[in-house]
């Protein structure tokens, strides 16, 4: 596997996992008497969780371990809550080679050392790994905010609270084509998040780690990705290493007429 392959897939990875911040919304249901402990638990994790509206992570590195190499670039983000993530992956002094903008409905991903542009939406990853996701659940799932996979709402009678095998509290929830576990510090920060497919071996794990406080937002320095499934295991570790936010901050959309329109099946069967 070449290089210029392997920093494509990384961008897709970030891309799918969303370098972002943006919360799903947290409108909560009314609840019974039965919910007042889950209940008690979310909203301590809301006031805690990281709340802004841009942020510009102008230094981050990744190490990435797949396909038996370990990869390590570093990279830049900024984001629009709700709205636009832009993810710069710059493996060579600084030298922008791929770039994925993400919107809710859509992402485009550059590869501007071939001259390329890759566009697909959220139904990609139905398709290709049976994986329903959108733009705000990832949002939320990247700096550790509290959110239902799937849901724009957080609904408490659909989440039950128990504790992981270090007694930690532990919210789970599930719809039709996943499980997901949350696991919560005693600070009330997300510790991990674990999501699994009904339909197949497919895993993702998210851990949380190093919590900093920058312009009044407390958020996860060190974020750890691990995704798997019966033949392959991608790990993603990405420290933010300088970061602003609430800033207004300059968003530059990429001129897609300058490159040529590839086929992103085509790319990663290469």
């Keep these: 596997m070449t290089l210029q392959k392997i920093y494509f897939k990384i961008t ?59 990869v390590n670039a570093n990279a830049t983000c900024k984001i629009r809550k709700d709205s636009l993530i832009h993810l710069s992956i710059q493996p060579f002094m600084g030298i922008e080679l791929f770039k994925a903008e993400l919107t809710p409905d859509s992402i485009r991903v550059f590869d501007k050392m071939n001259n390329k542009f890759y566009f697909l939406d ?35 009678n659909k989440l039950s609270l128990s504790q992981n095998n270090t007694g930690q509290k532990r919210l789970s929830f599930e719809n039709g084509d996943m499980q997901q576990y949350t696991d919560v510090t005693n600070d009330f920060n997300l510790q991990q998040v674990l999501l699994k497919s009904k339909s197949n071996d497919y895993e993702l794990k998210t851990n949380y780690s190093n919590y900093v406080v920058e312009n009044g937002v407390s958020f996860p320095g060190k974020i750890s990705l691990n995704a798997t499934n019966q033949k392959h295991t991608v790990a993603c570790d990405f420290s933010i290493l300088r970061v602003e936010f609430n800033g207004p901050f300059k968003f530059q959309a990429t001129n897609a007429n300058r490159y040529s329109k590839g086929d992103i099946e085509q790319l990663l069967k290469k």
């Design 12 to 70: 897709i990875l970030l891309a799918i996992l969303a370098f972002a911040s943006c919360k799903t919304t947290k409108n909560v249901t009314s609840i019974s008497e039965s919910t007042k402990s889950v209940t008690s638990l979310v909203e301590k994790i809301l006031k805690a969780e990281p709340q802004f509206t841009t942020a510009n992570v102008s230094k981050m590195s990744i190490a990435v371990e797949m396909t038996g190499r370990n």
């Design 122 to 156: 959220y139904n990609f990853f139905a398709e290709k790994f049976n994986l329903k996701v959108d733009f705000y659940s990832l949002q939320s799932l990247i700096f550790g905010q509290l959110f239902c996979i799937g849901e724009k709402e957080l609904d408490i």
